[in-house]
């Protein structure tokens, strides 16, 4: 499986942006895909992730409320539609994916894209 992730850009603190992941390969075997960020010298962080099949999603405190993740299905692509951004989600965002539904951490994921930056500015 090849992940794609792509959408990052320099936007301003209350903007929008989406970012995109677009899978390629083995993707029948996906579960679960999910969206992490990392700031240069700190933790990823989980941000959200979306069940495959049923679509249920999950979200970090951090952003619930503002972030919607969705899939599309026919494009085997995941989507992370992120509003009202503040200058601390400024991050390079990784997409992930996983065989297993319920996989939550970003040591459990099997499959990574190459990150795309967000920058937010105050």
């Known amino acids: 499986v090849q992940l794609q992730a792509y959408g990052g850009g320099l936007v301003q603190a209350g903007g929008s942006l989406r970012l995109s992941c677009a899978t390629s390969g083995r993707t029948f075997s996906i579960s679960n895909m999910g969206w992490f960020r990392q700031v240069p010298g700190k933790e990823r962080e989980f941000v959200a992730n979306?069940?495959?099949?049923?679509?249920?999603?999950y979200y970090a405190d951090s952003v619930k409320g503002r972030f919607t993740i969705s899939r599309d299905n026919a494009k085997n692509t995941v989507y992370l539609q992120m509003n009202s951004l503040k200058p601390e989600d400024s991050a390079v965002y990784y997409c992930?994916?996983?065989?297993?539904?319920?996989?939550?951490?970003?040591?459990?994921?099997?499959?990574w894209g190459q990150g795309t930056l967000v920058t937010v500015s105050s």
């Open positions: 979306i069940r495959w099949t049923g679509g249920s999603t």
């Open positions: 992930a994916a996983d065989p297993r539904p319920n996989t939550w951490y970003d040591f459990q994921y099997q499959y």
